[in-house]
């Protein structure tokens, strides 16, 4: 582990004090599970990205394509937005920008990785999400841990369990107040969201016809709050589509981290006839 090379990157941001920060190793070759994980604690951010070779006959651009592994202080998880986009920064300033390929628990996620002047932006097109209805009892529990009254809830944002590589329960605030006061019981939500095997809760303010505030508590990764979430960003587009929020063909802004000190912004795009849900930001290196 000493001799592994770990880099840290924000995504969703263009300041280092600004969006997500995560651990990316672009050569994890030689590291077992264990010494992941160990790192992933090390580091302490929500999550951290691991790449190895891709699997043989996976395609993509020869020196493009990777086998991606995320893991927070606590276990691996199946995708990771951030992780991506920081991921994909991070290549990006190393073999320059262009498309790349990555292999997933989830899924193979295509990244596209642009110049926009000095700044690199990178793009995520997620696998095929869905959505599913969270039972009454479930939902009762996830407002109890939260110590949200039913009343402080958006009735136009009804709770829903979104897929889009990871899963997220959605549940809609009904004022930019309610979202900003967030003091929740960390083992009876974390004790939730194992049994429903969440990743995060998606909480999420409608400031526009296309802009929310969002914040993502994320006890089962051993923080209290990630301050930018481009898996549940995407599997929220795709909620926002299916339950008609939004149009098919739209795009969406998400502001996160701001209650953090850690503002971050995820762009959201939703085409038509493309089930699938890109999810764009910048990143930088962290010194």
Same mark, same amino acid.
Do not use: Q
């Given at each position: 582990m000493t001799d592994t090379e770990? %880099?840290?990157?924000?995504?969703?941001?263009?300041?280092?004090?600004?969006?997500?920060?995560?651990?990316?190793?672009?050569?994890?070759?030689?590291?077992?599970? /264990?010494?992941? %994980?160990?790192?992933?604690?090390?580091?302490?951010?929500?999550?951290?990205?691991?790449?190895t070779a891709p699997p043989e006959g996976f395609g993509g651009e020869g020196g493009r394509s990777f086998t991606v592994?995320?893991?927070s202080p606590k276990a691996?998880?199946?995708?990771?937005?951030?992780?991506?986009?920081?991921?994909?920064?991070?290549?990006?300033? /190393?073999?320059?920008?262009g498309e790349l390929l990555f292999a997933t628990r989830a899924g193979t996620v295509p990244v596209s990785v642009t110049a926009e002047g000095e700044r690199l932006r990178a793009t995520l097109t997620s696998v095929e999400p869905h959505t599913e209805e969270i039972g009454a009892e479930d939902l009762t529990e996830a407002l109890a841990a939260l110590d949200w009254p039913e009343a402080d809830l958006d009735p136009a944002i009804p709770p829903a369990i979104a897929y889009a590589g990871a899963r997220h329960l959605v549940i809609g605030a /009904?004022?930019?107040?309610?979202?900003?006061?967030?003091a929740y019981d960390f083992a009876r939500l974390?004790?939730?969201?194992?049994?429903?095997?969440?990743?995060t809760v998606q909480l999420v303010h409608r400031a526009g016809p296309a802009e929310f505030h969002v914040r993502d508590p994320f006890?089962?990764?051993?923080?209290?709050?990630?301050?930018?979430?481009?898996?549940?960003?995407?599997?929220?587009?795709?909620?926002? /589509?299916?339950?008609? %929020?939004?149009?098919?063909?739209?795009? %969406?802004t998400l502001h996160q981290g701001t209650d953090m000190g850690r503002p971050g912004v995820l762009t959201v795009e939703l085409r038509e006839g493309d089930p699938r849900v890109r999810v764009s930001g910048t990143g930088v290196r962290i010194p």
């Open positions: 770990v %880099l840290r990157y924000t995504a969703f941001s263009h300041d280092p004090d600004g969006g997500n920060p995560a651990g990316v190793v672009l050569d994890a070759t030689g590291l077992d599970d /264990r010494a992941m %994980l160990e790192i992933a604690a090390e580091l302490g951010y929500s999550e951290s990205a691991f790449l592994r995320y893991f691996e998880v199946p995708f990771c937005g951030h992780a991506t986009v920081a991921t994909a920064v991070a290549l990006g300033e /190393r073999i320059g920008p /009904r004022t930019r107040g309610r979202l900003a006061d967030l974390e004790a939730l969201m194992r049994r429903l095997d969440l990743t006890p089962i990764g051993g923080v209290v709050e990630d301050p930018a979430t481009g898996a549940a960003a995407a599997a929220f587009g795709a909620y926002a /589509r299916e339950r008609g %929020l939004v149009p098919a063909d739209a795009v %969406l």
